[in-house]
């Protein structure tokens, strides 16, 4: 069955083109520092968002209209995979991702789920042998069921704790089966609303002990592939135990982690934990900890996690800047962790929305890959700590000095003269190349 039977394949027809569904910027076979567009990017589509996401708020019912949702049951999920490789060719999408719930109703029973997840698995990995897509990575839901009511991996009731283990033991065979690139760990519910009923340290230890028993038994099935943490600082605990990158390094590191896991990092999450979504790659790449990037934005006037589509062409250049300095995500990608608005509800506005996404991140691409050839912002970070390259810096540099020695120094200097950082002279710079970016692509 053909579920979006109005829309075609969509294509590169460059910025002067007047049909919505095509891309303006984002050439797949477009060469940019020596890699395709498609190579660098690795664009995913998230199968939560696009194919079971019904447009509902807390004000309102759904309002989506899927010609999937005719079904019930086990012939829903069967719907929406073909719906769902239907999108990823018309897309040309390499990667898609998917929580085990997304794919396939909960059963009344532990048994029951895997009855139902076991079947639309093997149709998937049906789907994959003729098509291009593949698995960026899949994860267990452990936040939307009753029972992770007080937590997952963190919960105060041990029966709950073993559910959860018995849901990733079997989300890790899934991924295996269909050969994810990567398996994710989204804390939903690993967090606490108040301390006056929460042992945090027998919560993180448990944490600690669970992502351990998951190293364990991908060893054990021959899964070895990046395990990835996802950041979120609130949302729906009050406070969640990952609230941002450089607490969840603390963690890793703390309980001996580092060594298996890297971040999945979410711009909406960054802002939502006070953060720019740069800020976060950054923290994550300069500790070689950057995986994976689900690619959204969230609305300034709004405090909760709105997941927008990414159109903001600062902010996918800067994300890009980060990931390009990274070397790119290697086996991660660009995950559109985004829904599209309530008020978007027919088929065709997936398609409008993934389009304008991948046209702003291959925009950001290109005006950060010029950025880097032409070292605009590295020079004028090497000049700013120049100091620290020659003489008493240096020395600090290579650990050549101590108090003593520094204050004898600090006493004999006269008058200690600073250097503007000129930071609206830079961000006036990145407009002018965003610009002139766009207007070469253009001619």
């Known amino acids: 069955?053909?579920?979006?039977?109005?829309?075609?394949?969509?294509?590169?027809?460059?910025?002067?083109?007047?049909?919505?569904?095509?891309?303006?910027?984002?050439?797949?076979?477009?060469?940019?520092n020596g890699k395709t567009m498609e190579e660098t990017l690795r664009f995913s589509v998230a199968y939560w968002h696009t194919f079971t996401a019904d447009g509902s708020d807390?004000?309102?019912?759904?309002?989506?209209?899927?010609?999937?949702?005719?079904?019930?049951?086990?012939?829903?999920?069967?719907?929406?995979?073909?719906?769902?490789?239907?999108?990823f060719e018309k897309l040309n999408a390499p990667f898609f991702c998917f929580h085990d719930s997304d794919i396939a109703p909960e059963g009344n029973t532990l048994k029951e789920t895997y009855d139902n997840l076991d079947p639309i698995v093997s149709m998937i990995k049906e789907y994959m042998k003729t098509s291009k897509t593949k698995l960026l990575w899949n994860t267990a839901n452990m936040f939307t069921h009753p029972r992770y009511v007080h937590g997952a991996a963190t919960t105060n009731n041990?029966?709950?704790?073993?559910?959860?283990?018995?849901?990733?033991?079997?989300?890790?065979?899934?991924?295996?089966?269909?050969?994810?690139?990567?398996?994710?760990?989204?804390?939903?519910?690993?967090?606490?609303?108040t301390l006056l009923n929460t042992n945090m340290k027998l919560e993180q230890d448990n944490l600690a002990r669970f992502f351990h028993m998951a190293i364990d038994?991908?060893?054990?099935?021959?899964?070895?592939?990046?395990?990835?943490?996802?950041?979120?600082?609130?949302?729906?605990?009050?406070?969640?135990y990952d609230f941002d990158v450089a607490t969840g390094l603390a963690f890793l590191q703390k309980y001996d982690l580092q060594d298996y896991f890297k971040f999945n990092i979410e711009a909406n999450h960054a802002t939502l934990a006070g953060h720019t979504f740069e800020h976060e790659l950054r923290v994550a790449r300069i500790n070689g900890?950057?995986?994976?990037?689900?690619?959204?934005?969230?609305?300034?006037?709004?405090?909760?996690?709105?997941?927008?589509?990414?159109?903001?062409?600062?902010?996918?250049?800067?994300?890009?800047?980060?990931?390009?300095l990274n070397g790119g995500l290697g086996k991660g990608g660009l995950n559109f962790d985004a829904k599209i608005r309530r008020a978007s509800f027919e088929p065709e506005d997936l398609f409008h929305a993934h389009i304008a996404g991948m046209d702003a991140f291959a925009i950001g691409l290109k005006v950060a890959n010029k950025l880097l050839q032409?070292?605009?912002?590295?020079?004028?970070?090497?000049?700013?700590?120049?100091?620290?390259?020659?003489?008493?810096?240096?020395?600090v540099v290579e650990g050549k000095t101590d108090f003593r020695k520094l204050e004898e120094y600090a006493l004999q200097l006269g008058e200690i003269k600073n250097v503007s950082g000129r930071q609206e002279r830079l961000k006036a710079t990145v407009n002018q190349y965003l610009l002139e970016t766009l207007s070469t692509v253009s001619v």
């Open 217 to 240: 038994y991908a060893k054990e099935i021959d899964f070895n592939v990046p395990f990835l943490i996802e950041p979120k600082p609130k949302e729906p605990t009050k406070h969640q």
């Open 1 to 32: 069955m053909t579920y979006f039977q109005n829309i075609s394949k969509i294509k590169y027809e460059g910025p002067t083109s007047k049909n919505p569904f095509s891309f303006k910027y984002y050439n797949p076979e477009e060469l940019v």
């Open 158 to 193: 041990a029966d709950v704790y073993a559910y959860a283990a018995a849901k990733v033991k079997k989300g890790l065979e899934i991924g295996k089966a269909l050969g994810a690139e990567n398996y994710v760990f989204w804390g939903g519910r690993e967090g606490y609303e």
């Open 374 to 395: 032409d070292r605009v912002l590295e020079d004028v970070i090497a000049d700013r700590y120049s100091s620290f390259k020659e003489g008493i810096g240096l020395e």
């Open 58 to 87: 807390p004000f309102g019912v759904g309002t989506m209209i899927r010609p999937w949702d005719q079904y019930k049951g086990l012939d829903l999920a069967k719907a929406r995979v073909e719906a769902a490789f239907e999108l």
């Open 289 to 324: 900890m950057l995986g994976s990037v689900d690619a959204n934005q969230g609305d300034t006037l709004i405090g909760w996690d709105t997941d927008e589509f990414p159109t903001d062409l600062y902010s996918t250049t800067l994300a890009m800047y980060e990931i390009l």
